[in-house]
């Protein structure tokens, strides 16, 4: 009986150590060669690239408007489930302005371990109301 536990015990504790991450945190283009821009589904490419992890680092590339008939890009961070499901902005932090994202692009730290919740505030949200120019990230804790 006592080897059973311990052999229970000892696959639990693998299964724990595997969610886990060791290393360097990784720098990570959002949408990867297809950057920051609307037509894109950013859940499923997140969905595709996590786990992220604390202290990883995302990149928003994206070109900025070159005419007023172009996507105006930005990105910002929703302060909670609601605000992203229904794509509220009104308590939104702005991020990355529509020209932030442009050559190298722009750095987000993921720096704590809580939800963040990214979204375009282009065309006064209704690029993150057609549901692609969004996602979540919730980094998990890295052993060092």
């Avoid at 639990?12 to 589904?41: C, D, H, P, Q």
């Avoid at 202290?55 to 105006?72: E, G, I, Q, T």
């Avoid at 890009?73 to 020209?99: G, H, M, Q």
Wanted: proline share 5%; with cysteine; charged share 15%.
């Amino acid at each position: 009986m006592a080897f059973s536990y311990g052999a229970q015990g000892f696959v639990l504790l693998l299964m724990a150590a595997s969610l886990l991450a060791v290393g360097e945190a990784k720098t990570i283009v959002v949408g990867g060669s297809e950057g920051w821009r609307f037509g894109f589904n950013y859940t499923d490419w997140a969905l595709q690239n996590s786990p992220f992890y604390i202290n990883d680092k995302l990149v928003f590339k994206y070109a900025p408007p070159s005419d007023s008939s172009s996507h105006a890009y930005s990105v910002y961070v929703l302060p909670d489930l609601w605000s992203y499901i229904t794509c509220d902005f009104r308590r939104a932090k702005l991020l990355a302005n529509e020209r932030q994202g442009s050559g190298e692009g722009f750095v987000v730290v993921l720096n704590m371990w809580r939800p963040y919740y990214f979204a375009s505030g282009g065309q006064n949200g209704a690029l993150c109301s057609e549901g692609l120019m969004k996602f979540f990230a919730v980094p998990l804790p890295r052993w060092n």
